[in-house]
C-alpha cells in the first residue's frame, strides 16, 4: 500500500532530504584523487551525527556502511573500503538519512579530476534523464510516465537503463510503495496522487544494460565492466506538481568553487 503524507511530513521529510545533501555537500572538497572511500563514509557518518541524524542506509539490512560508493563499472551499493580514488573516476556517492522517523535519499555522480568526455556525456545525460522523470511526476500521470521519460532519454543517448534496480517509495521506511522502475511505458502504473513520496533513481550503463552482483553481497556491477551513472532525488507531489527535497543546488555550489 501507498503511504500518501501530509504537508507536515513533507516538511519533515525535506529536512532529511536536506541533511543528505548538506552530507554530500561537505564530501565534495574531499573527493580528490588518493581518498580512501572509507574516509568518505567515516565524514558522512560523523557529519550526519552531528547534525541530529542517523545514517539511513547503516544496518539496514545488514549494510555494513553509512555510504554506498560505486565507482566506474561499479553501478550501485559499493561498500566503502580500502579503495583510492583516482583522476578520471567515476564516483557514485549514495546517502541516506533518517531523522524525526522519516528518511531522506539521495545519490550523486562526481568526477575526479578530468574525466573523458564519453564518461561526462554519460552523467550528464543520466541527470537530465532524472529531471526529464522528475517533470512527469504531476498530478493526473502516472509511475509509467516518469519512467518512460526517464528511458526515452536515456536510450536515444545510446545508453542503457539497468531494469534489476528502481526507485521508490520514501517516508518512515527507506523503501516503500510505489516501485518506480526507469523503464516503462507511458500511461501504466499507480496514479501519482497529492502526498506522493518518492525517490526517483536512474542507473544509466555506457554499454550493455546486463549487470552482476558481487561476492561481498552488496555491489552491483556492470557485466561488461563499463561505467555506469547514478542520480538520485527525493521529491514529493504538492499542489499537483513534484517539489524536489533534496538538493544538487548545495552540492552543485561546493562543486563549482573548488
Ligand atoms: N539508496 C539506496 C536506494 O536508493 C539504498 C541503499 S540500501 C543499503 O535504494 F542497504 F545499501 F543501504
Ligand atoms: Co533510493
Redesign the pocket.
Known amino acids: 500500500m501507498i503511504f500518501y503524507k501530509t504537508r507536515a511530513e513533507i516538511e519533515l521529510l525535506r529536512l532529511s532530504n536536506e541533511l543528505v545533501s548538506k552530507t554530500h555537500a561537505a564530501l565534495a572538497p574531499y573527493l580528490q584523487p588518493g581518498v580512501k572511500t572509507i574516509e568518505l563514509d567515516r565524514i558522512a557518518e560523523q557529519f550526519i551525527r552531528d547534525h541530529g541524524g542517523v545514517p539511513g542506509?547503516l544496518q539496514?539490512?545488514g549494510?555494513p556502511n553509512s555510504l554506498?560508493i560505486s565507482v566506474n563499472h561499479h553501478v550501485?551499493?559499493g561498500i566503502p573500503g580500502d579503495y583510492e580514488l583516482k583522476e578520471g573516476d567515476l564516483v557514485s556517492i549514495?546517502c541516506?538519512v533518517l531523522m524525526n522517523d522519516y528518511y531522506g535519499?539521495s545519490?550523486y555522480t562526481y568526477g575526479i579530476g578530468s574525466i573523458d568526455p564519453k564518461h561526462q556525456k554519460l552523467m550528464d545525460v543520466t541527470k537530465e534523464s532524472l529531471y526529464l522523470g522528475i517533470e512527469q511526476a504531476v498530478v493526473g500521470n502516472r509511475i509509467g510516465d516518469i519512467s518512460h521519460a526517464i528511458q526515452t532519454h536515456a536510450e536515444s543517448n545510446g545508453f542503457s537503463v539497468v531494469r534489476e534496480l528502481i526507485g521508490?517509495g520514501v517516508g518512515k521506511d527507506?523503501?516503500e510503495k510505489p516501485e518506480v522502475p526507469n523503464y516503462g511505458k507511458r500511461g501504466r502504473g499507480p496514479k501519482i496522487l497529492e502526498g506522493l513520496v518518492i525517490?526517483i533513481?536512474p542507473m544509466i550503463n555506457l554499454g550493455k544494460r546486463d549487470i552482476v552482483q558481487y561476492n561481498d553481497g552488496?555491489t552491483i556491477g556492470t557485466r561488461d565492466k563499463l561505467p555506469s551513472a547514478h542520480y538520485?532525488h527525493t521529491i514529493a507531489i504538492v499542489d499537483g506538481k513534484p517539489q524536489i527535497l533534496s538538493r544538487f543546488d548545495i552540492i552543485e555550489e561546493v562543486l563549482n568553487q573548488l
Open positions: 542506509f539496514y539490512n549494510y554506498c550501485v551499493h549514495d541516506g535519499d545519490a521508490h527507506l523503501h525517490a533513481e552488496w538520485e
